[in-house]
């Protein structure tokens, strides 16, 4: 499954031309033209990325940011704003509440598509060598070790990869196609149940302090790591 974009824009031209090239990229667009609507579509599957506009009917950019980089199932989906406004303050206003980066309209599409591919790869979990620890489950990347309550995990590198990545995204539900995409890439042909092979790899090695449970199948959908 592609990577799901929401736009937030309030003119439909603009919100038009930016679906369709969203989906000549390969992304999956959703559409938004006022404020709350576009809270109403930060549901799960949460979007991968928002495209938020300044000015909104019924709210602003900066209050919807706000909102969700203050509020724990949404705060890591990064935003890219866009408006009309060229003053420096207000390019700060918008980062410092958690944009990750920013456009000025007129923009060309060209350019957004190169600015979200540099901010995909910033925020990109592989990219991150701190320490992760979860009720007892801790993982480092720069040493490769995984140990729950200080004994020691065997796993393979595609189960390591996979914790990693739910480790990095928690309470977030995953289909088995955002999981190939985000673990495996894009430019791999794997099959979808292959995913279920390594989910049952991974319960195995956590099993040891009954962390498997944290693995959790969401019926329909796919796979969320939680620890509720």
């Known amino acids: 499954m592609s990577r799901k974009i929401l736009i937030v824009e309030d003119e439909a031209p603009i919100r038009e031309m930016l679906s369709f090239v969203m989906e000549q990229h390969g992304y999956q667009a959703v559409e938004a033209g006022d404020y709350d609507t576009a809270l109403a579509k930060v549901v799960e599957p949460y979007p991968d990325m928002i495209i938020l506009d300044w000015m909104l009917p019924g709210g602003t950019g900066v209050q919807l940011a706000k909102k969700l980089k203050t509020t724990e199932y949404t705060r890591n989906i990064p935003i890219i704003m866009l408006t009309a406004r060229g003053e420096e303050e207000d390019k700060v206003k918008g980062l410092e509440v958690g944009a990750d980066d920013y456009m000025t309209k007129p923009f060309s599409p060209k350019e957004l598509m190169a600015r979200m591919r540099a901010v995909f790869r910033r925020v990109a979990p592989t990219a991150l060598d701190e320490p992760l620890e979860i009720s007892g489950l801790r993982l480092d990347p720069v040493s490769r070790r995984v140990t729950a309550y200080n004994d020691e995990l065997e796993m393979g590198p595609t189960e390591f990869k996979l914790l990693h990545f739910f480790m ?49 199948t969401v019926r329909g959908v796919g796979y969320r790591f939680s620890a509720r």
């Open 168 to 216: 990095t995204h928690t309470e977030r539900v995953y289909s088995r196609e955002q999981l190939l995409d985000h673990v495996w890439g894009t430019n791999v042909y794997v099959e979808d149940r292959t995913v279920d092979v390594h989910i049952r790899r991974l319960r195995k090695a956590l099993a040891l302090h009954d962390h498997d449970r944290l693995v959790q």
